[in-house]
């Protein structure tokens, strides 16, 4: 019986799987699965080692002038997503051995849009109460970013929030050239 994307050993020959384990983990929206890179295992084993801490989640807090078109910027991100598997990624533990990545075809990036009153919050409040949130993404659930939007004082405040297994410092600015090159 074949798994439901039809993945076999040989499309995976930097695996060392069966064809059991394979069909026990991949779905219908599995593209493929990627083994962990040296520095991801280290990242994955301190988050399982202090599975509340969010050492390893990088915020970064953008401040945008109005106008901006938020059904745009969505769109952006969305083809951004489609370019790049890693985004469309999430850690699986399905292999007793180790975890990997599982590359979703297609995944949605949730979005908190949030509405505030302006005689009750100010800008400053609300990236405040942001930036004290240390809740952690779940690592079993792609994509491993989140993003917190909302109009206070004639501005935008962005929030993109995502795990260090996703990319390190020198894949942001590509990520973000994209996502406004799309816009």
Request: with cysteine.
């Amino acid at each position: 019986q074949k798994n439901n994307a039809g993945l076999t050993p040989s499309d995976l020959p930097w695996l060392d799987i069966h064809q059991s384990d394979l069909d026990r983990i991949v779905t219908a929206n599995t593209q493929s699965l990627i083994p962990l890179t040296t520095l991801q295992s280290g990242l994955i084993f301190q988050r399982l080692k202090e599975p509340e801490a969010a050492h390893y989640q990088q915020k970064i807090l953008f401040r945008l002038k109005q106008p901006f078109d938020l059904t745009n910027f969505k769109y952006a991100w969305k083809h951004t997503l489609q370019q790049y598997d890693i985004l469309r990624s999430h850690v699986t533990f399905e292999l007793d051995s180790r975890p990997l990545l599982s590359v979703q075809k297609q995944c949605g990036l949730i979005w908190d849009v949030e509405n505030v009153n302006p005689n009750l919050s100010t800008a400053d409040d609300i990236i405040q109460s942001w930036m004290a949130d240390n809740s952690t993404l779940p690592l079993d659930s792609a994509p491993l970013m989140r993003m917190r939007w909302c109009a206070v004082e004639g501005d935008i405040l962005w929030l993109w929030r995502h795990d260090h297994v996703l990319m390190d410092g020198w894949s942001l600015p590509i990520v973000l050239t994209m996502v406004f090159e799309s816009y």
